[in-house]
């Protein structure tokens, strides 16, 4: 049992939507719960929410009941098929970002109370609104996934300079979502981290590959969880390197 | 070297009184060239103690010295010291020592073409103190004023060499944050707030701040008065859904400006060693 101060709270951006957040940050969760840590997952994108669609469950009660409600994080906590825990949000409710907004400092308190949790995962919006930011500011350590594409990596890299210019963050870690092969992931994140080092002054850190698996769009339509139906393919063994470098790495004292 | 240059047209047909004094008391004429003979002198040139001889020879052309012990020149450099010291009054706040509304507004009235010009933001802070009314009247306004020059010594050592903080009178501030975005803006704001909570728990007032905070942007059309009304209704806003409050409009971070077009071309370079090359060499063209 850990306490709150010891639980690595690490959220999940991107800067552009579509490269796979939920879907890393629902098998990354699922993968550290079955090597017995207690996982926690938010789903913090208010505009836009899915993790719920994506594991077939209906929530009762939603982040939405802590912000505009008076109920606590604990309340709205859930189990999943996946192992892990789950805050779910309402999709649709525009008002929620202003909202949160001026909530998050209690948002963060109430986190910090939830205890018991080895990891809490922030699975943030899209973009690179507010919102998104003051959660990826509320971690401790900022993963962005980043995919093939040209324009997730313009956004991803958006994303970093965001957060070291507005908030001075310089530790980021990268997941190259959706690769061919390892050596892709390795050149893709090679790119990035080339611009960062020119233009911030700062290396990133590569988390690792998640290569491309014929049968990840049709577990996701089956609305399962990759790793826990298909523990031996080749996604899980790369969310077992993913999160073998996650929780091995040094974070700073926030 | 520090000179102290002083250039003063003198319209007068007739050379002025004071300048025939200083050329008899420091004992010698003036050499001037024959075709200058008829002319008026049209500068005078003071150098302080700290000129070297050699320079003052340099400065004056025509040979003239002045003897820096004389009475009038140093009356003179006194006026001067005196001019400034006034000038200085006339933009500064009495009681605090932070710039006046004088003060305020030729300077809002330079930010706003400086945006114009660079394209780059300002922001306008707009700071109410609450409560502060019951301190006068409970506490009298010795007890006021003492919390005013505590918060503007605050003020006048944290803030950014570049902003410019001002008083309206009474509890009402205004500060400046040249080339500043909203986003900074708001965070500095948040700055100021905790400071004044702190100043106002450390005396043991009641005394929290409202603030309104917005940015004028180089695509704005708005003139001074506009954009002062703007803010000054956030102002309002935050004193009216409660106070101790910061409003601001919405912060929309400029998603397209974050990445440079360097940063990108490189990003998109990387990728594309082909069209690397073409951009150099598209480079070099350009420079030739």
Known sequence: ?254 | MKAVKKTARLTSPTPPLTLENIFKKAGSKPKAAPEQKNQQAEYILIASEAVSAALRAKLLPHGLSFKLKDDLLQRLIQLEKENRHLKSLSVTDELTGVYNKRFFSRQLAVEIVRTKRTGEPFCLIFIDLDNFKIVNDTLGHAKGDEFLVKMCRQINLNIRPTDFACRFGGDEFAIILPATSLMDGVKIARRWHELFLQVAKEMNLPVSSSIGVDQFSASSQQNAQEFLHQVDQLLYDAKRTGKGKIAHPDIDIPDSKAVTREEKELLYHIFQPSGHKQHLRKKDKGKN
Request: with cysteine.
């Open chain 1, 1 to 254: 049992m850990k306490t709150a101060q010891e639980t690595l709270i690490v959220s999940l951006t991107s800067g552009k939507g579509g490269v796979g957040k939920t879907f890393i940050s629902t098998n990354l969760a699922a993968t550290l719960a079955r090597q017995g840590r207690k996982v926690l997952v938010v789903d913090c994108d208010l505009g836009l929410a899915n993790i719920d669609i994506m594991l077939g469950i209906n929530p009762v009660r939603t982040l939405k009941d802590v912000v505009f409600g008076d109920l606590h994080l604990r309340d709205v906590i859930m189990p999943t098929s996946g192992g892990f825990d789950l805050i779910p949000a309402s999709s649709g409710i525009r008002e929620m970002a202003q909202l949160l907004f001026e909530k998050i400092q209690t948002i963060k308190e109430m986190m910090l109370e939830l205890d018991g949790y080895d990891v809490i995962l922030l699975d943030t919006g899209a973009g690179i609104a507010e919102v998104v930011l003051q959660f990826n500011l509320l971690a401790r350590y900022n993963i962005v996934v980043i995919n093939r594409e040209l324009t997730s990596l313009t956004d991803a890299y958006a994303m970093v300079k965001v957060m070291y210019q507005v908030f001075g963050r310089q530790s980021f870690g990268i997941i190259t979502n959706n690769v061919a092969t390892s050596r892709e992931g390795a050149s893709i994140f090679k790119n990035i981290d080339t611009i960062s080092r020119r233009f911030l002054g700062f290396p990133l850190t590569w988390l690792g590959n998640v290569r491309q698996d014929d049968m990840i769009p049709q577990s996701i339509l089956r609305q399962e969880i990759p790793v826990c139906k298909f523990p031996r393919s080749r996604v899980a063994v790369d969310f077992i390197a993913v999160g073998k470098t996650l929780i091995a790495g040094k974070y700073p004292v926030v």
